[in-house]
């Protein structure tokens, strides 16, 4: 099998806990069946998403988020093969968007339109190094 990632960012519609609930829910069911693993950095101004396995599964996910009507101005970072899994023990970790990444007022001034591939992959592995999960979810 080869492993395909994509990372994604997209502005929230509604956003609220109950939302956020309701995509993580979604997003794990549909992940463990489909065999994806990632990371979901976001809070109301923003989602920043990792998705990571099989390529055919990882763009169907993405097609169905870009469809998913609590998700607006969709906008994909990276598409690539990837060596290994990064976030292999997580269905769908979710991190509510420390400071470490873009403030609110860089969001507003398109900070996500202007970004590098290698800066949302640097939030992504830096979640990961810093061990900001408590466990696999």
Same mark, same amino acid.
């Given at each position: 099998?080869?492993?395909?990632?994509?990372?994604?960012?997209?502005?929230?519609?509604?956003?609220?806990?109950?939302?956020?609930?309701?995509?993580?829910?979604?997003?794990?069911?549909?992940?463990?069946?489909?065999?994806?693993?990632?990371?979901?950095?976001? /809070?109301?101004?923003?989602?920043?998403?990792?998705?990571?396995?099989?390529? $055919?599964? *990882?763009?169907?996910? +993405?097609? &169905?988020? =870009?469809?998913?009507?609590?998700?607006?101005?969709?906008?994909?970072?990276?598409?690539?093969?990837?060596?290994?899994?990064?976030?292999?023990?997580?269905?769908?970790?979710?991190?509510?968007?420390?400071?470490?990444?873009?403030?609110? /007022?860089?969001?507003?001034?398109?900070?996500?339109?202007?970004?590098?591939? $290698?800066? *949302?992959?640097?939030? +992504?592995? &830096?979640? =990961?190094?810093?061990?900001?999960?408590?466990?696999?979810?």
């Amino acid at each position: 099998m080869t492993l395909f990632r994509a990372v994604y960012t997209s502005r929230p519609f509604g956003f609220d806990t109950a939302i956020l609930n309701g995509i993580l829910l979604d997003a794990r069911r549909a992940n463990t069946r489909d065999g994806i693993t990632g990371a979901l950095i976001c /809070r109301g101004d923003i989602y920043l998403q990792w998705l990571e396995g099989p390529e $055919e599964k *990882v763009r169907a996910a +993405f097609a &169905r988020i =870009r469809r998913d009507d609590r998700h607006v101005e969709v906008r994909l970072h990276v598409a690539e093969p990837l060596d290994a899994r990064v976030f292999g023990d997580w269905a769908m970790l979710h991190d509510p968007a420390a400071t470490w990444i873009w403030t609110q /007022r860089e969001v507003a001034d398109g900070a996500a339109e202007r970004t590098t591939p $290698e800066e *949302v992959t640097g939030f +992504f592995l &830096r979640l =990961r190094d810093r061990g900001q999960a408590s466990g696999p979810v």
